[in-house]
């Protein structure tokens, strides 16, 4: 089967065959015929299987007949909404429209949150037919008027699943009470819990279900292994040395926290490696120009929370390693779905300590797959004679990477210097004073005591000058002023 089986319009498939498409996917087989009846559909498949292209080609190819030149914006509404959970998920979507209707008068743009709103209002202001949104965005134009959602004739609902987890529901909610009653609704995931499918049946009217695989499934195409180690700090040097033993010039590292991703990435970059991070703590302008690094290969390694787990379409992706296992059993579907895409092969290396095993435990019970464990022993670096220093692996400090490095071990973290002398530093930040010079010990100091052979003579009373109160060791009296209760000058 081509996609010049489907039907499709001539410059559809002409932008198809240029971007190198040949045989479709699965579920691209199956959604394309059902999207173009205008039927509602559920569409389930492995991540990385081109769900994407399975619900667009067939909406360019349903929005061709109302496709025209005209420059007013009346001529161009909003017939077709993709929602998306992420801004990377929603971008990436909007590059694929893009793409597939380049010969076609449809016009498309993509909103999401995190950048200015006024690129995105002129764009909706001069009219779009095919808009690509994240929920809580797309409701902020709709607030402000600059969108009118009452012609949409198509819904998509796209990682419907990551929406729900995300608490896009009232919002998914409010969208849809905006849009017209009649009108076609796609539901497409790579997995779908049985909350999605309450809400599916919410407002999908006789949807037809598609699934290629079963749920969950992992890609066969994809070596999937799992590295014991001893500690959490050995899993820092443990990324690094799985990047350089198998030689990967583009990883995607997940961590489960935004403290984490950026921590991990600092480590990296002092071990030599071009890392970055990309997390939502970051605004969306830096997150795009580090996507767009990495996709370009100047970020070798690129260090992400599950936010970019959804959404990233890197093409040949080589490998994605899980610094930490997924909380969620479902989200480890997602992270390795990112490698092994449109048939090619992939890695997806995990790390794990003895506390991540019941984490590995509900992996393996939802995917129905056993993933092979093997311990992974990383040796310190041995020095010059020969002798291997103690590092952060064996006894839980932070070696020190290179000299010089501020904070690269827990003294210098403190402000003092390696070997822990309690040496201030004077002068700039970081600059080190001079050391203090040591004080002249007088060697009778060290001597012990000796009594003296003719003690000197106790004073005494008959002595000149010692009064008998001085003689029994008592002080001169001294004179108290009268305010102080003292005797004024010639008082008895």
Excluded: C, W
């Amino acid at each position: 089967m081509t996609f010049a089986d489907f039907g499709l319009a001539e410059p559809i498939l002409r932008a198809v065959t240029e971007i190198g498409y040949r045989e479709p996917t699965p579920i691209q087989a199956k959604a394309i015929p059902v999207v173009m009846e205008g039927r509602d559909v559920m569409g389930a498949a492995q991540t990385g299987t081109g769900k994407t292209a399975g619900f667009a080609l067939p909406i360019i190819h349903s929005l061709m007949p109302l496709a025209n030149a005209s420059a007013s914006p009346a001529r161009h509404p909003v017939r077709a909404l993709i929602l998306a959970p992420t801004r990377e998920l929603a971008d990436q979507i909007s590059v694929n429209f893009a793409a597939y209707a380049k010969y076609t008068p449809l016009r498309s743009t993509v909103v999401f949150g995190g950048v200015d709103m006024n690129p995105q209002t002129q764009a909706l202001r001069r009219g779009v037919e095919i808009l690509i949104a994240t929920p809580g965005r797309l409701l902020d134009h709709v607030g402000q008027r600059t969108l009118n959602l009452s012609q949409v004739q198509i819904l998509v609902l796209d990682e419907a699943d990551r929406m729900l987890d995300m608490g896009f529901l009232p919002d998914i909610q409010r969208i849809i009470n905006l849009l017209a009653t009649q009108r076609q609704n796609l539901m497409f995931s790579a997995t779908f819990s049985e909350e999605i499918r309450r809400l599916a049946k919410s407002f999908l009217h006789d949807p037809q279900l598609i699934e290629v695989a079963r749920r969950y499934a992992l890609a066969d195409n994809v070596d999937q292994r799992v590295f014991r180690v001893a500690t959490d700090e050995m899993k820092r040097a443990a990324v690094g040395h799985l990047v350089r033993e198998r030689a990967l010039d583009q990883v995607i590292v997940f961590t489960n926290t935004k403290l984490g991703a950026s921590r991990l990435a600092r480590q990296l970059q002092r071990d030599g490696l071009n890392a970055d991070a990309i997390h939502g703590d970051k605004s969306q302008q830096d997150r795009l120009q580090t996507l767009d690094g990495f996709k370009e290969g100047r970020v070798k390694v690129l260090v992400a929370t599950d936010v970019a787990a959804r959404g990233l379409d890197i093409v040949e992706l080589p490998a994605v390693i899980n610094f930490d296992l997924p909380h969620s059993p479902e989200d480890y579907v997602h992270r390795i779905g990112r490698t092994g895409r449109a048939g090619a092969s992939g890695q997806a290396l995990s790390l794990m300590t003895e506390r991540d095993a019941r984490s590995l435990a509900d992996i393996e019970k939802l995917t129905k797959n056993k993933l092979p464990v093997e311990d992974l022993v990383l040796a310190a670096p041995a020095t010059a004679d020969g002798a291997r220093p103690r590092d952060r692996q064996t006894t839980g400090h932070r070696p020190a990477d290179r000299p010089g490095d501020r904070g690269a071990d827990r003294g210098a973290d403190r402000g003092f210097d390696r070997d822990d002398r309690r040496e201030p530093r004077s002068g700039g930040r970081g600059v080190r004073g001079p050391r203090a010079q040591k004080a002249p010990v007088d060697p009778l100091f060290l001597e012990p005591y000796q009594p003296a052979d003719d003690p000197p003579p106790v004073p005494t009373a008959d002595d000149p000058g010692i009064g008998p109160s001085l003689a029994r060791g008592q002080q001169r009296p001294r004179k108290v002023a009268v305010l102080l209760g003292g005797k004024p000058p010639g008082a008895a």
